[in-house]
């Protein structure tokens, strides 16, 4: 599949990659570069292949409570939440940012190879409440902004108040005449705005944003560094950290489970993996050799976990990864190693996130 940017992005030169059944731009140019960029100045990235499904009626919020581990209607009306979608194990199906948007209308937005997974189940766990479920991820199109220049970039071609719109929330807004739902949620660990846009406007609304971009240092950015930023910023990725054979609470997230809501899909399993017996924890290298998906953990010469992301921190100049071991082994200060295609490589467990922005 491709996206409504997809000729824009070509016209860039950019590499692509099959990401989730989407023909996607990897980079442009240098990944180093657009990594450093939107720590820097600005990246304009291209997240249409994201799934937008729409919950609508009087019992929306109870449909989402019951749906969702999160409480949604605790949501006000202009505001959004994380949350995630289990399975009755307590497996997750998918994490998501759910946008209320009135009293009876919600947002939910999810990565893009569980979009269509997560419209049936909403469907299926919505049909006992008086609330409809619509796909409109063929519809719109979803552009981001990401790094400290973004506001400068954002309000150059928009009316709204950007000082006013809180992180975790969003507003209707136009961008040069082109109505568009603006968010200021973000995956990078930047400050940053998400436009939800018409799929036949997207291209207008990125060359607006590119020309209004070009005096702050604003470039288009691929998946490889969008990978890199939400690592160093300790945020999980759907496949990598989260599945349907980890919890939340493995994940380190059971926060966003309300176990005091009166029901919902997963809440008696959910109940019972409270206390895992392995978690998620960020490691940090010393050398040059970084840590990659897959890669065994040892305690010693004992294998006690795996690597599920990792890279050299472009922004920190060392080796950075995430990995599931022992509650045992968590604590920061741990010293583990990681078999790096044969050889052993020393690392220690550090807290997480590994990059915060001042």
Not at 86 to 93: E, F, R, S, Y
Not at 240 to 260: H, I, M, Y
Request: net charge negative; proline share 6%.
């Amino acid at each position: 599949m491709r996206t409504a940017l997809h000729s824009v992005h070509k016209g860039l030169g950019a590499l692509f990659t099959d990401f989730a059944g989407w023909e996607m731009p990897v980079r442009y140019g240098s990944e180093l570069a657009e990594h450093r960029a939107v720590r820097e100045t600005a990246g304009l990235f291209d997240l249409s292949h994201m799934g937008e499904i729409e919950v609508t009626g009087p019992q929306a919020a109870d449909a989402l409570d019951y749906a969702f581990v999160g409480k949604l209607s605790a949501v006000k009306p202009g505001r959004a939440r994380y949350t995630m979608i289990c399975d009755n194990a307590g497996g997750v199906i998918d994490d998501l940012v759910v946008y209320r948007l009135a009293d009876e209308k919600f947002l939910v937005v999810a990565n893009a190879g569980n979009a269509p997974t997560v419209a049936a189940e909403l469907t299926e766990r919505a049909s006992r409440f008086d609330a409809r479920v619509t796909d409109r991820s063929a519809e719109v199109a979803l552009i981001a902004v990401q790094g400290p220049k973004a506001v400068d970039v954002v309000g150059a071609v928009t009316d709204a108040d950007l000082a006013s719109l809180k992180y975790y929330a969003s507003v209707p807004a136009t961008v040069k005449g082109h109505e568009v739902l603006l968010a200021r949620t973000g995956y990078t660990g930047e400050d940053g705005f998400e436009l939800y846009v018409p799929a036949e406007e997207a291209t207008s609304v990125w060359h607006l944003l590119t020309d209004a971009g070009q005096p702050h240092g604003l470039v288009p950015a691929g998946l490889a560094c969008r990978d890199t930023l939400r690592l160093e910023a300790g945020m999980p990725l759907y496949g990598n950290e989260l599945s349907t054979q980890r919890s939340p609470f493995e994940a380190n997230l059971g926060r966003v489970v309300k176990l005091d809501k009166p029901d919902f899909v997963g809440k008696a399993a959910l109940a019972g993996r409270q206390e895992p017996s392995e978690v998620l924890v960020g490691l940090r290298g010393g050398g040059r050799r970084a840590p990659r998906h897959g890669y065994r953990v040892l305690s010693g010469e004992e294998p006690v976990g795996e690597v599920t992301s990792g890279a050299l921190s472009p922004t920190l100049g060392y080796p950075v990864a995430m990995a599931y071991v022992p509650v045992a082994l968590s604590e920061p200060g741990t010293k583990l190693a990681v078999d790096i295609r044969g050889r052993v490589e020393p690392v220690e467990v550090v807290p997480l996130p590994f990059y915060q922005r001042d």
